[in-house]
């Protein structure tokens, strides 16, 4: 297993809107697997192909304190949702940076593991709002687009000096 680079705001790549997995093979399983050792490296309780620069649907979440359990959604899409949560989020393509976004309370997800084989799962809380988050960077879509153009650009300032500072 290795771990993979992770993209930051606002690199372009992080807006490319990713593709249907069509193929389960071995390569997608080390795939998955190297992700998942990316986000606990990280660490982090979500990550998105997207976010190491892969533009296929797949995404790994873990919301639990000893990093005992692990999803992945292949292909995942959000078929009922309902309720209002607020929630302070984070991100791996966001270092540092925290902000209060309102998303979905209840959501049923439908998807395929690492095989193919479809499930179906319900969430709420954390779990609900990490899908959520996950989902959004395949369709390129960041938490920071929830706030304000203002808070936005402030962001992406800092995170281009702390860039900048880093290289
Ligand atoms: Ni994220």
């Known amino acids: 297993m290795s771990t993979l680079n992770i993209l930051h705001f606002p690199d372009p790549r992080l807006r490319i809107k990713a593709k249907p997995v069509e193929i389960f093979d071995a390569a997608l399983r080390t795939l998955i697997d190297d992700m998942f050792e990316t986000m606990y490296a990280a660490p982090g309780v979500g990550l998105a192909a997207t976010q190491v ?7 790994v979440v873990d919301v639990s304190e000893d990093q005992d359990a692990p999803h992945a959604f292949v292909n995942p899409r ?90």
């Not at 620069?53 to 995404?59: E, G, N, Q, V």
């Open 78 to 167: 959000i078929v009922t949702r309902g309720g209002v949560s607020v929630h302070d989020e984070g991100c791996l393509s966001f270092p540092g940076i925290y902000e209060q976004v309102e998303r979905e309370s209840h959501i049923t997800v439908v998807a395929q593991d690492g095989d193919g084989q479809p499930f179906t799962l319900e969430a709420e809380g954390l779990m609900a709002v990490c899908i959520q988050h996950e989902i959004d960077h395949l369709d390129g879509k960041l938490f920071v687009d929830y706030i304000s153009e203002l808070k936005r650009g402030r962001i992406r300032k800092k995170l281009l000096k702390q860039q900048r500072q880093a290289s």
């Open 53 to 59: 620069d892969i533009h296929k649907r797949l995404l």
